[in-house]
């Protein structure tokens, strides 16, 4: 069985640099993601998903994140991609030492 953790962790990108839009409602934005983000780790951060398995562990990172929680994170289509790809990853580096092993 594979045990999860999930992390939001500091984003050094300022939300500035991440919208491409009007300016007026750029700033309402970032505004709120900055005020937010004083009081609730999820409203600005990267989040980082790890998948360990038997000592194997791997993770992903995605940057510019805003939520309300981590409860919206895990019920976005952002969670379920990320955790495929550290699956894959788990299952490349299980068959990678099955195939060291058998040399």
């Not at 999930?6 to 839009?21: N, S």
């Not at 993601?33 to 398995?53: H, L, Y």
């Not at 995605?62 to 919206?72: F, I, M, P, T, V």
């Not at 955790?83 to 490349?92: G, I, M, P, R, Y």
Request: with cysteine; charged share 25%; aromatic share 10%.
């Amino acid at each position: 069985m594979i045990e999860w953790s999930v992390t939001p962790e500091v984003e050094h990108m300022h939300p500035d640099d991440c919208f491409a839009l009007d300016v007026y409602a750029q700033t309402e934005i970032v505004n709120s993601i900055i005020q937010d983000s004083e009081t609730n780790e999820w409203a600005w951060c990267c989040v980082c998903v790890k998948g360990s398995f038997q000592g194997i562990e791997a993770k992903t990172y995605l940057g510019a994140c805003s939520y309300e929680s981590r409860k919206q994170f895990e019920q976005s289509g952002d969670y379920e991609y990320m955790k495929q790809e550290v699956l894959n990853e788990l299952n490349t580096k299980v068959r990678n030492l099955i195939e060291t092993l058998s040399a």
